[in-house]
């Protein structure tokens, strides 16, 4: 199960200029064809006097949604180039915009294409680029003297806590790499003795994903949320 991906950690941009036309490029992360398309209007709001805002978009963990537009210039020579170099550099959730300004010469199929891809890859190439992983919420309620071997199996795992709840039992939210969800839920219940739930929580938001891969790879869970607490169990 795919649960990373790579994306932009923030905008980027370059220029070049071939026979007297402007290609200025701008390199974004983009979570959903909402926010690409918005910002698609941004740059052409802005940058008004332009005679082409050509574009290209990949979304989703796995880079199965995309669109390009050539914006007017002839088919095939914008946005497929710059879909390219997003695609050649394994990226999603990124929009690059190339905004031309013409020079007065005309260049040619291959001289577009060529024109759009180096612009498209040199602000790609000024881009951080940062990995980001898939996660699953669990919530997990165990009693007291049961924390010790809980906080054991969190540090087993590559979880995130999210939240936490105390009443007379415990109750933890943790965000699960979604490829050791099943994984870590039949953990807990080892490791607790069938004792305690563990529960993995279903949610119809559109941006669950965008929410919890903002978890980046790398981060280790908090060593918990109250010290004097913790002294006793880890």
Do not use: W
Request: glycine content about 8%.
């Amino acid at each position: 199960m795919r649960d990373s991906y790579q994306t932009l950690a923030g905008r980027a941009e370059a220029e070049i200029k071939i026979k007297g036309s402007r290609f200025i490029a701008e390199a974004l992360p983009v979570p959903d064809e909402n926010e690409a398309e918005a910002a698609i209007q941004e740059i052409r709001k802005r940058e008004y006097s332009a005679t082409h805002h050509c574009t290209a978009y990949r979304l989703g963990p796995d880079g199965a949604i995309f669109r390009y537009n050539d914006d007017g210039e002839p088919s095939g020579t914008a946005g497929p180039p710059i879909l390219r170099q997003i695609e050649g550099r394994v990226l999603t959730n990124t929009l690059v915009v190339v905004t031309r300004y013409y020079g007065g010469t005309k260049l040619g199929t291959g001289g577009l294409i060529r024109a759009y891809g180096d612009a498209a890859a040199l602000a790609l190439d000024r881009s951080r680029i940062e990995e980001r992983i898939l996660r699953t919420p669990v919530r997990l309620r165990f009693a007291y003297d049961d924390t010790s071997p809980a906080m054991h199996l969190l540090s087993r795992f590559d979880t995130e806590l999210l939240d936490t709840r105390y009443s007379e039992e415990t109750e933890l939210t943790v965000a699960v790499r979604r490829s050791q969800t099943a994984a870590f839920a039949a953990a807990f219940t080892e490791a607790l003795a069938g004792r305690g739930e563990s529960r993995i929580e279903e949610t119809t938001r559109r941006r669950t994903d965008d929410f919890f891969d903002s978890l980046s790879l790398g981060t280790t869970i908090p060593r918990f949320f109250d010290a004097s607490f913790l002294r006793f169990y880890l």
